[in-house]
Nanobody, 127 residues
Framework: QVQLQESGPGLVKPSQTLSLTCDVS??????????WSWIRQPPGKELEWIGH???????YYTPSLRSRMSISRDTSKNTFTLQLNSVTPEDTAVYYC???????????????????WGQGIQVTVSS
């Protein structure tokens, strides 16, 4: 059974760096077919598919966050990490990590039979 679990701070001050880790069990985060992804949902808004790391360590970041974010993986720990710099209150959201089949990412859809999501972590940006 594939399981993903997000960890990190629940409260971050504006201008600081947010770092979230996704611990994966039951599957390897080594470069493979899947997109190891980060998705967030701000309060009252729809899901925002913010980025992923894929085969050959190719990364994708949504344009609005590209200058502030990075995604990396640590195969020795079987984790992947989101780093978001210079956070503002607009970055307040529930952040999810997920293993997605490519089509699920391209179609921005949940519920693919080969997809797995973490339970999500609430991150609040506030002074």
């Amino acid at each position: 059974q594939v399981q993903l679990q997000e960890s990190g701070p629940g409260l971050v001050k504006p201008s600081q760096t947010l770092s979230l880790t996704c611990d994966v069990s039951g599957a390897s985060v080594s470069p493979n077919y899947y997109f190891w992804s980060w998705i967030r949902q701000p309060p009252g808004k729809e899901l925002e598919w913010i980025g992923h790391i894929a085969y050959s360590d190719i990364t994708y970041y949504t344009p609005s966050l590209r200058s502030r974010m990075s995604i990396s993986r640590d195969t020795s720990k079987n984790t992947f990490t989101l780093q978001l710099n210079s956070v503002t209150p607009e970055d307040t959201a529930v952040y999810y990590c997920a293993r997605l089949a490519p089509n699920s990412w391209y179609q921005r859809r949940r519920g693919g039979e080969d997809d797995y999501w973490g339970q999500g972590i609430q991150v609040t940006v506030s002074s």
